[in-house]
């Protein structure tokens, strides 16, 4: 063999070992990291459809990064909106018609009971999760409703409830407590002592929509005529009850008017003649028209009096709370005009004289829902915002502070029919229409129907994920056992190379020769 042969074997032999202990490297990183590569580039063709899976599986974790922070969320809500549905019925239940039992602290003990469950729904509606208040809109980062205290007694020079359902009361009530009507003394005729005709005129005391309204006149009294009312769309009504005789027993007169603010609501007051006025809806014939006229101007006196101080009262209390609560989309409170209040024609804003109850986000929507998004899959958006002054949510809180701020200290019999009639009106406002379900069961519906929606997608991203991860796997990843078994080969042939190597080095030329 020439000298030249061994050096060239050396060398090929240096070149195999230093290849074999590469490749053993490269095998046992394989085999210490599962796999087959520590870049795109080392696997080969399949390194785009690689690299577009990982970013998929990235993508996916975010999302469900979202959707864990949604669903916390959205769990949240659902637990306030059951309660929130709860108070409801409970604030049902603790408006008794039947319950007026005044404390020594001048309230009823159902209103201490709405008290305490207006503090709840307040508290409800301040819930806070992980720095998101969930009933603030999109501006959800301090409470978004005012305290009780503040709510009804106003603050920082602000009025609160109940300064603006005094000022309704008196707007509705008017000077004399008539419900802004104007019944005049009677006009009456004469020949020589004897009278001859009587004229009783009630007119309304100008063109607004405070107090009652004159509706209709139903006359059945003999010897007795009316004029007007006008008929509907004249403001103001006015109309004259004339006798010119003596109208006959169990005849009858009935006066029909409406009650503010859309005036659909009734009230009917309905007088019948009678030997005397004993009887509740009954005014004496006397011994002339004059005096017949006069019990029945009396009569109709008391009653639209009462009817003031009750009824009418229960729907400016009511139309307060309505304009103070009533907020969404950016709507201000109405105040009245005034001072004086008892004159008052028209309304005004209240922005910047009034207690803001909520105050979240509040522009023009229809839908509160979007106050909150969440992208959480290609192309698919969750919304699931809310407002504490949405319709359903507010009424709660409006039904309670209502009723708390009423007043029926006094007592009386006229105390207890105002208590009723206020806790008729508001009842209903926390009855769903007809046979609807409740606003706050619409959002809770709308809610569920959000977290149904992330809850499917959360299942198709870890399906996904998984099926990704998966390829992603069997492109990168390498077989442990076929590797273990070529590591072992290339131990194997890097031995035997290290002895043939060690022969080889070992030559010299007196050894060849």
């Known amino acids: 063999m020439a000298v030249d042969s061994i050096t060239t074997s050396r060398s090929y032999l240096t070149q195999q070992l230093t290849s074999l202990n590469k490749a053993l490297t490269e095998k046992t990183t394989q085999l210490a990291t599962g796999k087959v590569a520590q870049t795109y580039g080392g696997v080969g063709d399949n390194r785009l459809i690689d690299l577009e899976l990982t970013q998929k599986v990235s993508r996916i974790s975010s999302y469900q990064e979202t959707i864990t922070q949604v669903n916390l969320h959205i769990e949240s809500l659902n637990v306030t909106l059951e309660r929130l549905e709860s108070l409801r019925i409970d604030s049902k239940a603790a408006l008794d018609l039947n319950d007026f039992e005044l404390q020594t602290d001048g309230q009823t003990r159902t209103q201490a009971t709405a008290e305490i469950l207006l503090h709840e729904a307040v508290s409800l509606l301040n819930t806070e999760v992980a720095g998101y208040y969930l009933y603030g809109g999109t501006d959800a980062f301090s409470n978004p409703v005012a305290g009780v205290a503040d709510i009804l007694n106003g603050a920082n020079g602000l009025d609160g409830l109940k300064t603006v359902s005094d000022e309704y009361i008196a707007a509705n009530l008017g000077a004399d407590n008539r419900g802004r009507l104007t019944i005049d003394p009677l006009v009456t005729n004469y020949a020589g002592a004897v009278p001859t005709d009587s004229t009783l005129t009630i007119s309304e005391d100008g063109t607004h929509d405070f107090g009652f309204d004159i509706a209709s006149v139903t006359n059945s009294l003999t010897n007795v005529a009316v004029v007007g009312p006008a008929g509907t769309g004249t403001d103001p009504d006015t109309f004259d009850v ?13 006066l029909e008017f409406t009650l503010p603010p859309t005036h659909t609501q009734t009230y009917t007051l309905e007088l019948t003649a009678a ?32 009817q003031a ?13 309505d304009e103070y609560f009533d907020t969404f ?5 109405l105040r009245i005009d005034g001072p004086p209040f008892e004159t008052a024609t028209a309304q005004v804003s209240g922005a910047a004289t009034t207690m803001s109850w909520y105050t979240g986000e509040n522009t023009a929507t229809t839908n509160a829902r979007l106050d909150k998004n969440a992208l959480v899959d ?3 958006q969750v919304s699931y915002g809310a407002r504490a002054n949405e319709s359903g949510i507010a009424d709660v809180v409006k039904a309670l502070a209502s009723f708390v701020a009423a007043d029926f200290s006094g007592g009386s019999s006229i105390d207890e029919q105002y208590y009723t009639a206020l806790t008729e009106n508001l009842r209903a406002v926390l009855e769903p229409n007809s ?23 959360d299942e198709r991203h870890i399906q996904m994920r998984s099926s990704y991860l998966q390829t992603i796997g069997e492109i990168e990843g390498v077989d442990n056992e076929l590797l273990a078994a070529e590591i072992i080969q290339l131990q194997t042939n890097i031995e035997a190379s290290y002895r043939a190597s060690s022969i ?6 007196a050894d060849f020769l």
């Open 275 to 306: 030997s005397d006025n004993s009887v509740a809806g009954t005014f004496a014939i006397g011994a002339d028209l004059e005096e017949t006229a006069t019990n029945l101007r009396n009569e109709i006196i008391a009653a639209i009096e009462e």
């Open 504 to 509: 080889v080095f070992n030559l010299s030329l």
């Open 378 to 380: 290609d192309n698919l």
């Open 329 to 333: 989309a950016g709507n201000d409170t």
């Open 242 to 254: 004339t006798f010119t005789g003596q109208p006959g027993l169990g005849e009858t007169l009935s």
């Open 309 to 321: 101080q009750t009824t009418l009262k229960a729907a400016a209390a009511e139309w307060a709370a």
């Open 435 to 457: 046979a609807d379900q409740s606003g706050i069961v619409d959002i809770t519906t709308e809610v569920s129907i959000a977290y149904r929606t992330v809850q499917q997608t």
